[in-house]
Structure formats: C-alpha cells, structure tokens
C-alpha cells in the first residue's frame, strides 16, 4: 500500500512538471529590477511612461518602491484605474519620502493621457524634498512601575547607553 501512494505522488509531480505548474514564471518584472536596465521589448509593452524628476537619492528610491513601477507591467490599465493611480501617486510618493527624512517635500503628479489615439499615457512627477528631518537630542523616559525599583532605573541607564540612533 505504502509503495502505491508513493508511485501516486510521483506521477502527480510529474503531471505537474509536464503542464508547467511548476515552473511557471512571473510577467511582471521584480521590483528592485531599475528602470534603466529595462529592455526596449519591456518599455514598449508598459501601460504608462513614468518619468521621475528628484534629487538621485530620491529618485532611485521612487524608482524601486513606488507603487506606480508597479502598475506600468500591467498593459490594460483603463481611464479610470490610471486616474485613481493618479490620485494616490502623492500619498505614497509622500510616505517613501519620509523614510529619508523628508516629512514636507513639494509633490506634484501630472498625467498626460493617452487619449483615443492609442498612444501610453504619460506620469510626470517631481519631488522638491525641502529640508530633511535630523535628530539633535534624544531623552529616553519611563512612567511608574519601570523606574519604581533599583533595577529599573539600571534597566533605563542601560537602555539610554545602547541607544543606537546618533543624534
């Protein structure tokens, strides 16, 4: 009985390696793939053009988590879905930004549509980072119970004395 599952199991696995469930591929590329090393195949089946214009830092972060890099593999994107695209473009350009530090920069999203035509629409965007976010002083404090006792106060001095974030 025991060697009949085994044979089962072996034909399933080699029925699924024949139909290619196995092995199949993603058509999306990866997203840490850069915009530059994209092949013009690639570009030419994109949905949209995105061009980026920001300080490099900026850029390069924008171009490898921005969520629009993305969406520019799927080539039926409608009107509408590229509009709501539009519309949270700001937000989450806003948020990568922060992660460097920059809590005000100026965003602005221009969308050129491709119209009827048949032609790829067009998503400009520019990032003005303002002036960056640096931390001068950190004081690390606990309430009640954690500075009631001897040890908690030594606990509190060892937490202060390891702190890894150098203002």
């Known amino acids: 009985m025991t060697r009949w599952v085994a044979w089962c199991w072996v034909w399933a696995l080699a029925g699924l390696a024949a139909s290619g469930a196995l092995a199949q591929k993603s058509a999306t590329p990866p997203l840490d793939a850069p915009a530059a ?77 491709g119209g009827d035509s048949g032609s790829r629409s067009t998503f400009s965007i520019r990032v003005t980072p303002g002036q960056a976010t640096r931390v001068s002083e950190v004081d690390i404090s606990l309430a009640d119970a954690a500075t009631a006792s001897p040890e908690a106060q030594q606990r509190r001095e060892e937490i202060a004395d390891q702190w890894s974030l150098i203002p």
């Open 37 to 113: 090393s994209e092949s013009s195949t690639q570009r030419a089946q994109a949905a949209f053009v995105l061009q980026i214009e920001a300080p490099d830092d900026i850029k390069t972060l924008l171009e490898k988590y921005l969520e629009l890099v993305r969406f520019r593999a799927l080539p039926d994107l409608t009107e509408a879905e590229l509009a709501r695209l539009a519309l949270e473009a700001p937000n989450n350009i806003r948020e990568l930004v922060a992660t460097l530090g920059y809590f005000a920069p100026e965003v602005a999203v221009d969308v050129q549509t």
